[in-house]
């Protein structure tokens, strides 16, 4: 990660799927790049960021599913609305 922002790099950090040893180490690692000049994020913005746009029709279904599966209270929020809104075709 060190030599990737030396050479230039943008660096992202998904946080919240790496650990340490203990949450006290996780959290210096996380400080520590962010230090260095990495760019931390989640998952949930990672996959966000990859979907980009809800209406993605070849991507949807898998997006969705992994939200509501491991999004909690987002997840739940995206299946109420795919239950309760049905768009006009």
Avoid: F, K, N
Wanted: include cysteine.
């Amino acid at each position: 990660m060190l030599s990737a922002i030396s050479a230039g790099l943008e660096v992202y950090v998904v946080g919240d799927a790496c650990g340490g040893l203990t949450a006290a180490s996780h959290d210096l690692a996380l400080r520590r790049m962010e230090a260095a000049g990495a760019r931390l994020t989640s998952w949930i913005q990672v996959l966000l960021e990859l979907q980009r746009d809800w209406t993605r029709r070849e991507t949807y279904d898998s997006a969705r599913a992994i939200v509501e599966s491991h999004a909690g209270g987002y997840g739940v929020g995206l299946s109420y609305a795919r239950d309760m809104i049905h768009p006009v075709q």
